[in-house]
C-alpha cells in the first residue's frame, strides 16, 4: 500500500508539474515539402497549410496541404498581369481563397490587387487596388474578407496600417485608418506610436467570432467583425531583447499562441486575456536546433512547422 501510494503521489507531482510548465501533447509528425522563408509564409488556413511556390513570377502555384496530406495545386495567373508577387493567401471554411499582392502589366507598369478563388476552383475574381497595397489578409467569420496596409500618394506612403474590408465578389465595404494619431487612445484602449507601417511582416487570422492582428512589433489586437476593436495586448516581455518576426494562431475558440523569432524564451507563448499576460507553453518534442513556428490551428490542434518543412501537430485542448 505505501509503495502504491507513493508511485500515486510520484504521479500526481509529475502531472503537477507538467502541467506548471504547460508542454503541449506531440500527436504527429511528418515532413511536408515546403518552406518557411520567402515572401510569403505559410500558414494553416480554412482547413489545410497554404503555400507558395515560384514567387514571385508570370504564373506563381499557390499550395494546400490539407490535414490528411492530400496536396493541390492552383495555377495562379493574373489577366495581363506579368511578375505576380503573392504578398498573402487565407482560406475560408467554404473552400474559398483570397489571394494578395503585386503585378505587372504588359506596359510594365505596377499594379495591387485582390484575388477570389471559387471553392471548385473554376472560376476566379481579380480586383484592382493601386493605390492600395495590401500586407495581410483573411477571411472574417461573416464571410467578408479583411486586408490591411498601406495607401501610396505619387512617390510617397500617404497613409498605412489601413483596414479595407471586401464582400463576397470583391466590392469595398469599408476603409478604416489603424493608428493614426500618435499616443492617442484607440476607442478606449492606449494605443504606442506607429513607427513604421505596422501591416509589413505582420499576421491576420480569425476565428468564429472575432479577428486578430499581430502587428509587426508584436502587439496584438482584437476586432469584432464589423471593425470595432474588441481587445488590445501588450507584446511579451522578450528578456530585454528587440522584439523580432511574430507567428500567431487563433483558434476558433479563440486561443492564441504566439512565438517570435529572436525572444529569449524559446517556448510558444499563450495569451491570458483576463491577466493580459503572455504564458511559456513548450513543445514535448521540439528540437533547439529548429526553429519551430505556429501555423495555425485546425481545432483543438495546434499546427507547427519547422524550417526544414517538418509539420507537428500538438494536442492543446487540455492547455487553457
Known amino acids: 500500500m505505501i509503495v502504491i501510494l507513493t508511485m500515486l503521489a510520484s504521479l500526481s507531482a509529475g502531472k503537477a508539474a507538467a502541467q506548471a510548465r504547460r508542454v503541449l501533447t506531440l500527436d504527429d509528425e511528418r515532413l511536408e515539402n515546403f518552406q518557411l522563408r520567402g515572401y510569403f509564409s505559410p500558414h494553416w488556413s480554412g482547413g489545410g497549410i497554404l503555400a507558395v511556390e515560384d514567387n514571385p513570377s508570370d504564373a506563381p502555384m499557390i499550395v494546400r496541404i490539407g490535414r490528411n496530406g492530400h496536396v493541390e495545386r492552383i ?90 474590408r471586401f464582400d463576397r465578389s470583391g466590392a469595398l465595404i469599408a476603409t478604416t485608418q489603424l493608428l493614426a494619431g500618435k499616443d492617442e487612445k484607440w476607442e478606449g484602449f492606449p494605443m504606442p506610436p506607429p513607427r513604421t507601417d505596422m501591416a509589413h511582416l505582420s499576421r491576420l487570422r480569425a476565428s468564429k467570432d472575432r479577428i486578430g ?51 529569449k524564451q524559446k517556448s510558444y507563448l499563450q495569451l491570458d486575456r483576463e491577466k493580459q499576460t503572455w504564458r511559456a507553453l513548450e513543445g514535448g518534442r521540439q528540437d533547439p536546433t529548429k526553429f519551430e513556428v505556429p501555423l495555425g490551428f485546425d481545432g483543438d490542434t495546434l499546427v507547427s512547422a519547422t524550417a526544414d518543412g517538418s509539420v507537428r501537430r500538438y494536442n492543446v485542448s487540455a492547455v487553457k
Request: hydrophobic share 40%; aromatic share 10%.
Open 213 to 263: 492582428w499581430l502587428m509587426n512589433d508584436n502587439n496584438y489586437i482584437e476586432f469584432f467583425p464589423d471593425g470595432r476593436v474588441s481587445g488590445w495586448y501588450s507584446r511579451p516581455d522578450c528578456g530585454g531583447t528587440e522584439n523580432g518576426l511574430g507567428y500567431l494562431a487563433l483558434s476558433e475558440t479563440n486561443a492564441v499562441i504566439i512565438r517570435v523569432s529572436n525572444c
Open 75 to 164: 495555377n495562379f495567373k493574373i489577366p495581363e498581369g506579368r511578375h505576380i508577387t503573392v504578398l498573402g493567401l487565407a482560406g475560408a471554411t467554404d473552400g474559398r481563397i483570397a489571394v494578395i499582392g503585386s503585378a505587372h502589366g504588359n506596359d510594365g507598369g505596377a499594379t495591387t490587387f485582390l484575388a477570389l478563388i471559387a471553392a471548385d476552383r473554376q472560376s476566379q475574381i481579380a480586383v484592382q487596388l493601386w493605390p492600395y497595397g495590401p500586407s495581410v489578409v483573411t477571411f472574417a467569420p461573416d464571410g467578408a474578407v479583411w486586408t490591411i496596409g498601406w495607401v501610396r500618394e505619387g512617390e510617397r506612403v500617404a497613409a498605412d496600417s489601413v483596414l479595407k
